[in-house]
């Protein structure tokens, strides 16, 4: 039977940020980035076996870019052929997406939107910002372009915490330094709640909103990417530390949305380029047991679905809060 076939469990969903190549060595300020080369042709095929082989279903979110480039038609087709379902990650992939003006969020959205759809003839279902970057305006531009959800931000008080790791591990300029001041959020971001909620906006209007889960309470963070971090010291204080945050979403009536990004599944074996990541010195092979033993072990306990299945099924069930988007 595979891991998301039961329905007597509460839902949870699972999601990845398609991050392609260019984009981490953009992030890392490695020269040749900007001719954007792709690794999909690698990694689409690699991430639809090892999802198949779990009998999982998720969304996929993509960056307009690379749906506009034509050497990734082919990968990015064999997605929703799959049944996965797509979701728009920016155009440009910008983590400082709360600084544009509305028009430059309209344009950044609608290209990708048709980008997708171009490529795949699938629209996306819902947003996740770069970065976990996100604003009231950005909202308002999702909700009138009938995107289903936003998934952009991440409740955590660790954000200013990553960003002094990665403005420590990057090679940057002071203007990049400034322009990235924002980037992972402020510790204000812990606030914000872990369950979905009802973004109201200022023309009364309202837009789902669907956090990356933190673990409810203490908020720290159990997307895939910090499991393995732990794994790295040990696999049974990964699987200790995902336990309890199974167990605090149970108690707390929280379903999860678990994320995953592309260097949790593939190694350095696979990408060379990317051989200088922190966890790249991990094989494939051993990435995708962890994926799979901690997919399984969600799978225990919650319904694994596609974020567009799992917003239905919030919507659905109805009582939810609201916040006003200012
Ligand atoms: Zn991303």
Same mark, same amino acid.
């Given at each position: ?101 509305? +028009? ?6 609608? =290209? %990708?939107?048709? #980008?997708?759809? @171009?490529?795949? $003839?699938?629209? &996306? ?109 040990? +696999? ?6 995902? =336990? %309890?945050?199974? #167990?605090?979403? @149970?108690?707390? $009536?929280?379903? &999860? ?70």
């Amino acid at each position: 039977m595979s891991i998301a076939s039961n329905g007597q469990r509460p839902s949870a969903s699972v999601s990845l940020d398609a991050d392609n190549l260019w984009s981490y060595m953009k992030t890392h300020g490695d020269a040749g980035w900007e001719a954007r080369p792709s690794y999909l042709d690698r990694f689409v095929p690699h991430v639809l076996a090892v999802l198949e082989d779990l009998g999982l279903r998720i969304t996929f979110f993509i960056v307009g870019l690379d749906a506009a480039d034509d050497r990734n038609h082919a990968a990015l087709r064999r997605i929703p052929l799959a049944g996965h379902e797509l979701g728009n990650h920016s155009y440009e992939h910008e983590p400082w997406l709360h600084l544009y003006s509305r +028009e430059q969020l309209e344009q950044e959205i609608d =290209r %990708t939107d048709q #980008a997708i759809e @171009r490529a795949t $003839g699938v629209r &996306p279902v819902g947003f996740r910002g770069p970065g976990f970057s996100w604003s009231p305006a950005l909202l308002s531009v999702l909700e009138s372009r009938g995107h289903q959800f936003d998934a952009s931000t991440l409740p955590t008080y660790l954000g200013p915490l990553a960003r002094r790791y990665y403005f420590w591990t990057a090679r940057l300029t002071p203007e990049e330094r400034e322009q990235r001041k924002g980037l992972f959020g402020s510790f204000s971001d812990g606030f914000r709640p872990v369950k979905p909620y009802y973004w109201r906006l200022p023309d009364g209007r309202r837009l789902l909103e669907m956090p990356v889960t933190t673990i409810p309470g203490i908020k720290t963070p159990f997307h895939l990417s910090y499991l393995l971090y732990l794994a790295g010291f040990s +696999e049974a204080m990964m699987m200790a530390y995902l =336990r %309890t945050a199974i #167990a605090v979403c @149970r108690f707390s $009536g929280t379903e &999860p949305s678990f994320l995953l990004h592309p260097l949790d599944v593939i190694g350095g074996d696979q990408v060379p380029e990317l051989r200088f990541f922190p966890g790249m010195d991990v094989p494939s092979d051993r990435k995708t047991a962890l994926l799979g033993k901690v997919l399984r072990t969600l799978g225990e306990h919650f319904e694994l679905v596609p974020m567009g299945e799992h917003a239905r099924r919030i919507r659905e069930r109805g009582g939810l809060p609201e916040r006003r988007a200012a």
